[in-house]
């Protein structure tokens, strides 16, 4: 089954379940589910049930939630979708990359697998997004880049690879910051971060969102 046979509802929750994992592992906790899609835990719960019995997801009572290789395999079809759709948005339309997350979370339910293909190939075939997310390839291969929150890297110089889409506002201080994908930067010994020239203070919560590889030296 193609994933544009599955309901609208299916799509998003495939896709948030495969986020909530991407770049943290394990299984997915009904709350978290319930919260990243703005519904009541007994609807996720509910949700999560129906894609139980269609076999999409495995899930144990008050366990966590995995997805099972056809699960996953739609899952990341609905994140290609997704992803080329902000790229599209950003490099052809002029949008910027604060206002991409909402709009492609409607048209990724609306376009064909067919425009999809085309967008890849008039884009070059990008393999990150925006936000430094890897794009999953038409085989559905996805690769995360060796990255970690700066959170918990130790001081010293970094390359920015990749930051949460999932608060335009905080996109908007990332970019006002000079911190966007493919920056060098350096975390000072005070928690600070210095990027071209300028020094910058990054809050907790902020640091969890910034996705960095340090550089050797």
């Known amino acids: ?103 492609a979370e409607v048209l990724e339910h609306a376009v064909s697998d067919r425009m999809i293909a085309a967008i890849d190939a008039r884009l070059g075939h990008p393999t990150r997004d925006p936000h430094g997310d890897p794009i999953p390839s038409a085989d559905g291969a996805a690769h995360l880049p060796d990255a970690m929150p700066l959170s918990l890297v130790e001081p010293g110089p970094v390359t920015v690879v990749r930051l949460s889409d999932a608060d335009p506002e905080r996109l908007r201080r990332f970019a006002q910051a000079g911190l966007t994908p493919q920056t060098l930067a350096v975390l000072r010994d005070d928690g600070t971060v210095e990027v071209a020239d300028a020094v910058v203070t990054i809050h907790a919560n902020d640091a969890a969102s910034i996705w960095v590889t340090p550089v050797r030296q």
Not at 8 to 28: M, R
Not at 45 to 69: P, R
């Open 1 to 103: 089954m193609a994933v544009s046979h599955l309901s609208a509802s299916t799509q998003d929750y495939l896709k948030c379940i495969w986020n909530l994992q991407e770049w943290s592992g394990g299984a997915v906790s009904v709350t978290a589910l319930a919260e990243r899609l703005g519904v009541r835990t007994s609807t996720a719960s509910d949700g999560v049930k129906k894609l139980a019995e269609q076999g999409l997801v495995e899930h144990e009572t008050y366990g966590g939630i995995t997805l099972t290789g056809d699960g996953a395999a739609h899952a990341l079809a609905m994140v290609r979708r997704h992803r080329l759709l902000e790229t599209y948005l950003v490099q052809e339309l002029g949008y910027g990359w604060d206002e991409v997350h909402d709009e």
